[in-house]
């Protein structure tokens, strides 16, 4: 070949070459618009190309189809470099019966699903080192669509994919395994391609994940992928880095099935975000999904260090965001169970957040009654870490004490806790009044609807006379408004027993002091010695 060379071609300041125009004109639309197709222009011209898809290895490949007459080799490694140059020099037109550039590159990316596992990597290397050039999104969607394909097809080959757990530390197969070593197998059908893909960027692994989902790749799977992709990538990644690898690792989480996402795996992602300046958006979207798993949750997931500038010793704002989430996941309804769950852990929590002396009230009392009053049935729990945090914070005002314990129910805490808290000084005096009262409602709530209860005017001990009766009432009254040693744990026959009792010695100890005051009126009447009266008393008394 000998070609003419009047044509200089500086490709993005990379390289220049020197071209024959004629030659390059009949196969480029582009440049036989500059020059036509004639070498009509005598001497040499230059272009200079400063957006060559590509580059000087893109013009290359070109070339070597136009000085070739029309027939180059194309590889998946050159595949994408020829398409995007064949688009940039408008190489549409068959020339001499053969068919151009374009046109061949089309042809030979329609047979990708014949193309071997590694072929496709490097046709993504590609992919991601163009990802900006005209038209390589179109091969980057053949690419992930036809790795994708074989992931399922693998997956599907594997027993029980979709029933592993979530957990960081691997897959656990709830089908039949008859050995360690046969689950380390099918972990290994799963998981293979893992190191592979790591040369991908951010962007074309969310890219990839979307093909996956569509797919309907197992999300167990994706999952596992994108936190390994995630910690292998952090070794070596600055923190602006770090900021977009994180947030794509949100985002396609959020994008996936929630259900198949683990509170551990999430909490382990936000244990990462601590340390960085993520976007809102992306911190919203992880707390919205921790917020639907929270009845998942450990204690030990909630005690997040605080951020830095704040004095209290755990983010109380974020588990308040946490438990925001949980009321208002999906529809707004939360089932019963796990409402029930989240408030026992929450009653754990602000256990261990109560004796942090930097806890603000408002902060101690936004914990307390986040919940619905439906969550508790019983605030035995809440009750003892308000008396905590109020030992801590001798120094609060009676009216902060009083708004602290507005968080509590009195109607339902327990008898031994109205008892403690009537006695308790922390609490003000209108909390211990309330707490009496409270516990009085229940017994005599306890007392009306036992069984086969009789009145206690109509007892086997039962006081003569109206006037005794009105007395006896009062001083029952007293005995179950003051009574400490009543368990109300005990079934409710028991507990009628015991006040019936009770009824029975006060009713014989009025019978005891009327006789006494009788016999006192005789012995004054018959003027009897004073001998004789010291003898009678004991008598009477015994």
Request: aromatic share 8%; glycine share 4%.
């Amino acid at each position: 070949m000998e070609p003419c060379c009047n044509l200089e071609v500086d490709v993005n300041g990379e390289e220049t070459f020197m071209v024959d125009k004629t030659i390059i004109a009949q196969y480029s639309g582009k440049f036989a618009k500059l020059f036509g197709k004639s070498s009509g222009a005598r001497g040499k011209l230059k272009v200079i190309f400063n957006d060559f898809p590509g580059g000087a290895k893109g013009f290359e490949h070109m070339l070597r189809f136009c000085y070739n007459n029309g027939t180059t080799d194309l590889t998946p490694s050159n595949l994408l470099l020829s398409r995007c140059a064949a688009e940039f020099m408008e190489m549409k037109e068959s020339v001499a019966g053969v068919s151009n550039l374009l046109e061949q590159t089309e042809k030979s990316l329609q047979e990708i699903n014949f193309w071997t596992w590694s072929g496709l990597l490097i046709a993504l290397k590609q992919c991601q080192n163009l990802s900006l050039a005209a038209n390589s999104s179109i091969m980057l969607e053949k690419c992930f669509d036809t790795l994708v394909g074989r992931l399922v097809l693998a997956s599907e080959t594997s027993p029980c994919p979709s029933t592993c757990s979530t957990d960081s530390s691997g897959i656990r197969f709830s089908c039949d395994s008859k050995s360690t070593e046969s689950i380390k197998t099918n972990s290994a059908r799963l998981t293979w391609w893992f190191e592979d893909l790591l040369f991908l960027s951010p962007l074309l692994v969310a890219m990839l994940v979307k093909s996956m989902v569509f797919h309907k790749l197992d999300h167990v799977v994706i999952s596992r992928f994108l936190l390994y992709y995630q910690k292998a990538k952090f070794s070596n990644a600055a923190t602006d880095e770090k900021c977009k690898i994180i947030e794509m690792v949100i985002d396609m989480h959020y994008n996936m099935d929630h259900n198949y996402v683990s509170c551990k795996t999430l909490f382990g992602i936000l244990r990462v975000t601590l340390s960085l300046n993520i976007s809102k958006c992306s911190r919203k979207k992880l707390e919205n999904m921790i917020g639907s798993h929270l009845d998942q949750a450990t204690l030990d997931n909630l005690l997040v260090p605080s951020p830095h500038g704040i004095s209290y010793l755990y983010d109380v704002n974020l588990v308040l965001r946490l438990l925001k989430a949980f009321l208002r996941r999906g529809t707004g309804v939360v089932a019963p169970v796990q409402m029930r769950k989240v408030a026992t852990l929450v009653d754990v929590y602000i256990a261990e957040i109560a004796p942090d002396p930097y806890l603000k009230a408002s902060k101690f009392l936004a914990i307390a009654t986040v919940l619905p009053d439906s969550a508790r049935d019983s605030y035995d729990e809440l009750y003892h870490a308000v008396n905590m945090y109020l030992e801590v914070h001798d120094h609060l005002s009676q009216e902060e004490r009083v708004k602290i314990c507005c968080g509590l129910n009195y109607e339902k805490l327990s008898s031994q806790a109205c008892l403690h808290l009537s006695q308790n000084s922390k609490f003000p005096s209108k909390s211990a009044v309330q707490a009496l009262i409270s516990k009085q409602s229940k017994l005599n709530n306890l007392l009306r609807t036992t069984p086969s209860t009789t009145p206690f005017n109509n007892s086997p001990c039962g006081s003569s006379g109206t006037a005794q009766r009105g007395k006896k009432d009062k001083i029952s009254e007293q005995v179950v408004l003051y009574d400490g040693n009543i368990d109300l744990s005990v079934d409710n026959e028991k507990l009628r027993v015991h006040l019936q009792g009770m009824q029975c010695r006060v009713t014989e100890l009025e019978k005891i002091c009327l006789k006494m005051q009788s016999q006192m009126a005789k012995i004054t009447k018959s003027k009897v010695s004073g001998c004789s009266n010291a003898r009678s008393l004991p008598k009477l008394c015994s």
